[in-house]
């Protein structure tokens, strides 16, 4: 019988490529993963990928391979999810998802009311643009911008956060404030990585197209393009809730209305019954409530 653990290799080195991606996948060197592929292709006698100049190419047995591999490890997912689901201990492990900002923001307030009602939960937070598959259990609850469009997963709004473009009142009084319909001609501009968000250099920006204004910085972190508006180095989306309040900061466009991304809470439908998972997600909720206004625009009018 072929080993589910020389499986679980192949089918990440099918996803990602290359034996030094699927490593950084599984936390292991790219030597190990080569040395499992071995494994597996001479318990098959098969050889199940052929190696091109872009990277690791299946061949038609590791294909084949492939496919059933996908069936046994859906299996195992839902083995361990209903496992999980059947757990009631307040206690144990929960990974979160999320951004760094809507970490600081909600996730870890969110966190200290779960730590002081349920000492024994314990948390790994993780951040960064990259989505985490929650089907595939790399994390248990995932706090973020856009609903799944695929995948048995529970995904439910969990409020919305208005960005606008925003500029340092020393970047505005030495470079002036764009008119309307300029293209942001002359100006520079800080954003958002392309595929973080809608924001796109190229098409609209605030509400405004874009023709001439010179990118500067791109950058997957809110709170990194937060800084650099904050010294002057462009002009920027920013959410609302962060530099509304900020005195250094003023809304470029000020008849623009704010853009609002929906928030998701995303979880397995078997691991939501899970009772740390269960308070985890509860305690979220109720930070994402007690924070609604602001992350909307809401609570203060713009500068």
């Not at 979880?267 to 305690?283: I, K």
Request: aromatic share 4%; hydrophobic share 40%; net charge positive.
């Amino acid at each position: 019988m072929t080993n589910w653990s020389d499986l679980r290799f192949f089918l990440e080195l099918a996803r990602t490529g290359t034996l030094a991606a699927a490593g950084r996948k599984l936390g292991v060197d790219n030597t190990t993963v080569g040395r499992r592929l071995s494994a597996l292709e001479r318990d098959l006698g098969s050889k199940l990928f052929s190696r091109t100049p872009d990277g690791l190419v299946l061949t038609a047995a590791g294909e084949a391979i492939r496919t059933a591999g996908e069936e046994m490890e859906q299996a195992v997912l839902r083995g361990e999810q209903r496992a999980l689901g059947s757990d009631r201990k307040l206690s144990g492990l929960v990974r979160v998802a999320t951004t760094e900002m809507l970490g600081e923001l909600a996730v870890l307030p969110a966190l200290r009311s779960v730590h002081e009602r349920h000492p024994q939960i314990r948390v790994e937070v993780l951040t960064g643009a990259g989505r985490l598959d929650v089907a595939r259990r790399e994390a248990d609850v995932a706090l973020r911008y856009g609903r799944p469009e695929s995948g048995d997963l529970v995904a439910r709004r969990a409020g919305t956060m208005a960005f606008a473009l925003y500029a340092s009142g020393k970047y505005l009084a030495a470079r002036g404030r764009p008119a309307r319909g300029s293209g942001f001609s002359g100006h520079d501009i800080v954003t958002f990585n392309v595929g973080v968000r809608q924001w796109r250099v190229g098409g609209q920006f605030g509400g405004e197209p874009v023709h001439d204004g010179r990118v500067v910085l791109r950058t997957n972190s809110a709170l990194t393009l937060l800084k650099a508006v904050q010294v002057g180095l462009g002009i920027g989306p920013l959410p609302c809730s962060l530099a509304d309040p900020d005195p250094k900061l003023e809304r470029v466009l000020p008849a623009v209305p704010a853009e609002l991304d929906e928030l998701w809470l995303v979880v397995h439908p078997d691991v939501q019954r899970t009772s740390r998972v269960r308070a985890v997600l509860d305690a979220i909720e109720a930070r994402m409530a007690e924070i609604a206004a602001s992350l909307s625009g809401s609570a203060a009018g713009p500068r």
